[in-house]
């Protein structure tokens, strides 16, 4: 698979999770707001948020993996990001329309993934080359 196909891939996920973050905000504060508890959809809203922030981060390691198609620790980054999200979001709507709070024991791993995703971004980004010029 050539870099533009991975970056590719990549920014389709990100506009894929985009999409599911507006309809599943939209869900939530719409059809949820009178079934779930305050504490449920607190736990709902959380899910919404760090999946919309990383779906951000997603696209724009998706832009970036394009114009520096050699740099795996970006492309690495973004799929960290993507199972980060599936993780950690998806086992917080689980938890808020299940009641089954045993699912919160998934989500740190999730979380543990959004961070590895931002260690290996800011890896990548260290290990860019340096120029001299402006």
Known sequence: MNAI????????????????TVA?????AHALRNTLTSDMLTVWQTGI??????????LAIGLL??????AR?????????L????LFS???YLMAVTGITMLGAITPFGGLSLLAG??????????LPRTNGP
């Open 83 to 86: 199972l980060g999200i599936l």
């Open 118 to 127: 931002w260690t290996a971004l800011g890896y990548a980004l260290y290990r």
């Open 49 to 58: 948020q760090y999946q919309g922030l990383h779906t951000l981060a997603m």
């Open 5 to 20: 196909t991975a970056s590719r891939r990549l920014l389709l996920c990100a506009a894929i999770s985009g999409f599911v």
């Open 65 to 70: 993996s394009i114009q520096l198609p050699d």
């Open 90 to 92: 998806g086992s917080l």
């Open 24 to 28: 599943l905000g939209a869900f939530g």
């Open 73 to 81: 620790w970006i492309k690495r980054a973004g799929w960290l990001m």
